[in-house]
């Protein structure tokens, strides 16, 4: 069993099960799956200041999201130790060239260690990687009003046309990222 | 005024309040109740690494549409996800305090907010690589140079509770 679960999941069981979070958190618990809300509750939680955005009751309307936050780096952990989760992935030929054209060397491991890496947070390349996406990522988010999850997979389940238009959002950004920045990037 | 609208926070409301009044044995049940959050992310956490969602290398090879796997993924969910809510409505569930339990739409107002803020999320998404669920499973893996990212993600989130006043809505 363990062996079978060690390998990379395919699309097509790892796909339904994501979508299974979204019944499963309404029916035990009423609540909207996502997750980008979480960094807004730690800003209500750490440092609100006078900003209106974050004076809230975070326990009460956030708590369950930075516990749920909580699940989820404890689940990585369990598939890095257990489930052999950090494996290098098989990605597609076209793909390693692509990358290979622009100037990675590296393909071990879930990321690129040449970007994201202790070693690259003074490079140019991984600060922009690392920095300036992270900060991109937790503003975009909760402008739109959700990530990927909240937005991508329970928006659209839910049929919100504004889930339909962050998400054509999130390709626009990606497609100028991907096609005009790493050329120069990397 | 929030755009964070929990289809739930009605039934947890009072769920919290017969809780406080009911002492002790209920306080029990509050605890447990923050168990489920925290399982149902543990496995999400699991399922995230596992299908690979969470690697920077599928989401360049997403973004130049060089593989079926992250859309695969995606849109399976989606349809998964749709056809229990579908089911749900269909079946008229109610929450325990009787609730009929949809999934209250997020305020639209006319899509500039989503539109401009989902542009600059899918920017920060094909740098780095992960969105919120990955960045906090990556941590989980030991890829520990990713709460650098979790800080700036935080930032960028209060930077726009900053700006929020003046931004097109």
């Known amino acids: 069993m363990i062996e079978l679960l060690s390998s990379p999941w395919p699309w097509y069981v790892s796909g339904p099960l994501i979508g299974l979070f979204v019944p499963t958190l309404l029916l035990l618990t009423g609540k909207r799956f996502g997750v980008s809300a979480s960094l807004r509750h730690i800003c209500a939680a750490a440092v609100p200041g006078e900003i209106e955005y974050f004076n809230y009751d975070w326990k009460g309307k956030g708590l369950w999201n930075l516990t749920m936050a909580l699940g989820i780096f404890i689940g990585g952990i369990i598939a890095a130790q257990v489930l052999s989760g950090s494996e290098s992935v098989a990605i597609s030929n076209a793909t390693v060239e692509d990358l290979t054209a622009l100037g990675l060397t590296t393909f071990e491991g879930l990321v690129p260690v040449q970007l994201i890496s202790w070693e690259s947070l003074l490079s140019p390349a991984g600060f922009i990687v690392i920095v300036l996406g992270g900060f991109l990522i937790g503003f975009g988010a909760r402008y739109a009003g959700g990530c990927t999850s909240g937005h991508a997979i329970t928006g659209i389940a839910n049929l919100e046309l504004g889930s339909l238009v962050a998400v054509i959002g999130f390709f626009i950004g990606g497609l100028i990222i991907t096609f005009f920045l790493y050329p120069f990037l990397l | 005024m929030t755009s964070d609208t929990h289809a739930g926070s009605l039934a947890q409301g009072s769920q919290e309040k017969g809780a406080s009044e009911n002492g002790s044995t209920a306080q029990g049940a509050r605890r447990t109740g923050y168990i489920i959050y925290l399982l149902i992310g543990l496995v999400f956490g699991i399922v995230l690494v596992k299908s690979q969602a ?35 409505k269909k079946m008229k569930l109610t929450s325990a305090s009787g609730e009929p339990l949809i999934i ?51 930032t960028g989130a209060w930077m726009y509770g900053l700006m929020r006043p003046f931004l097109p809505q």
């Open chain 2, 104 to 154: 209250e739409p997020k305020e639209f107002e006319g899509g500039k907010s989503q539109m401009f803020g989902g542009i600059i999320f899918g920017a920060g998404w094909a740098l780095l690589g992960a969105c919120p669920g990955p960045i906090f499973a990556l941590i989980g893996t030991g890829t520990l140079v990713l709460l650098v990212a979790l800080l700036s993600a935080v």
């Open chain 2, 54 to 88: 969470v690697s920077w290398f599928r989401i360049q090879e997403m973004f130049r549409f060089q593989s079926f796997h992250m859309y695969g993924i995606i849109g399976s969910a989606v349809a998964v996800a749709a056809l229990s809510l579908f089911l749900i």
